[in-house]
């Protein structure tokens, strides 16, 4: 699988079961790490880890077996390691084994409690650092995935037609267009060579090839809310946005044909146009906290935190990429009890903040140090009240 939704995070984070096991791990696409088989070597390892584990909680050699067989055939499949993404997820209890490739670079790490541990996974819920690019011209159309520093073009067929010719039926010359801006100044494309009648014709004819694309591309991404980027020539981005319904398509565009441009040159050219908007969202939630802390509202303290996302309390939490903090929440006080994380007891408490932030439909950042409001914390958190 290689698509996880909110609500399916929600339904791992109500899980509480014996022997919960999470495991992450980073993947390549390619290169020596799949011709040498170095990734399937890193979660073999992982899984001898989690049976001296499982050993010493006194699990039953069959029961071990049973919990770990399909992970194993994982380990096995040559197959599942010519096909990765930039991380694996793999979670799996006696009752559910589910695996997600994503374009997310994870640490490796082992996680077994009585919960999943899927904190990893809400950058890529939350689309943080993700942009889509939509490569429109004519004659061809392609559709990328993005982060700043890594570009994969998604498979689309059979969901957006390629070209003009697979809507409209018959040969049509992109070159046989002309366009002109009108003598009002505004952006509407003039098509003129023809006669009036017959731009009006073309211009109806890329409408309808523009919906079937906004059409297959609204399917392909589904409930996604990253933003999206258009690389096209000058007279068709305000016909494409006619037809658009994708809610974060962003204003300003990438001009020229991009058949011209390598993904990578694509890529670097999207990526100027959505900084500022990734920016902004850390900036406006940055600035809501320092006022919220003006006002009571808001703590970078985690003893004050954890209890208060459990209680639903949390309205937005910063998560300070990778921490993690082993303890109790003790019900009774409403306190947090921190433990080492060799203890046989607790679990990690910025996985139980998260969680329950994310259940009581707050919002979780996962931040750089230097993208928290106060970074010397692990968790700092905006209140509901």
């Known amino acids: 699988m290689d698509h996880i939704t909110v609500d399916r995070l929600k339904e791992m984070a109500i899980v509480n079961e014996p022997c919960c096991i999470s495991i992450f ?29 499982l050993k010493s909680d006194k699990l039953e050699e069959n029961e071990i077996k049973d919990i770990l067989e399909p992970v194993k055939k994982l380990v096995e499949d040559s197959g599942f390691w ?10 799996r209890n006696k009752n559910l084994f589910e695996y997600y490739k994503l374009p997310v670079h994870f640490e490796s790490y082992t996680h077994i409690a009585d919960h999943f541990y899927p904190t990893p996974l809400i950058s890529y819920v939350n689309n943080s650092g993700i942009f889509y690019l939509l490569a429109l011209s004519l004659s061809s159309v392609r559709v990328y995935e993005c982060y700043s520093n890594r570009i994969s073009e998604l498979e689309t067929e059979e969901l957006i037609p390629e070209k003009l010719e697979k809507v409209v039926g018959f040969d049509y010359q992109e070159k046989s267009l002309q366009f002109r801006q009108g003598q009002t100044g505004t952006n509407q494309p003039m098509f003129h060579g023809h006669g009036r009648a017959n731009e009006e014709e073309k211009k109806l004819e890329i409408m309808k090839f523009f919906r079937e694309v906004n059409k297959g591309l609204m399917q392909l991404l589904k409930d996604q809310e990253a933003p999206l980027v258009i690389a096209t ?17 962003q204003e300003d565009f990438i001009a020229g044909n991009p058949e011209h441009e390598n993904p990578g040159t694509l890529q670097e050219k999207a990526r100027t146009i959505v900084e500022s908007y990734f920016k902004h969202e850390i900036i406006t939630k940055v600035k809501a906290y320092e006022l919220a802390l003006s006002n009571h509202k808001a703590s970078p303290n985690e003893d004050e935190i954890i209890p208060a996302a459990i209680n639903k309390r949390v309205d937005t939490l910063f998560v300070k990429n990778g921490e993690k903090m082993w303890g109790i929440y003790d019900r009774s006080t409403n306190k947090i009890i921190s433990l080492s994380r060799d203890s046989d ?3 990690c408490l910025v996985n139980m903040a998260a969680m329950h932030t994310i259940l009581n439909n707050g919002k979780v950042i996962i931040a750089e140090p230097d993208e928290m ?3 010397l914390s692990k968790l700092n958190a905006i209140f509901r009240f």
């Open 345 to 347: 007891q607790g679990t």
């Open 233 to 249: 020539v000058d007279y068709l981005m305000p016909i494409y946005k006619e037809v658009n319904s994708y809610r974060n398509l």
């Open 82 to 91: 010519n096909h990765q993404s930039d991380g694996l997820a793999i979670f």
């Open 373 to 375: 409001p106060e970074p």
């Open 25 to 53: 791990l980073p993947t390549h696409r390619s290169g020596k790490e799949v011709t040498e088989m170095i990734d399937q070597k890193v979660l073999k390892q992982q899984v001898k880890e989690i049976i001296k584990k």
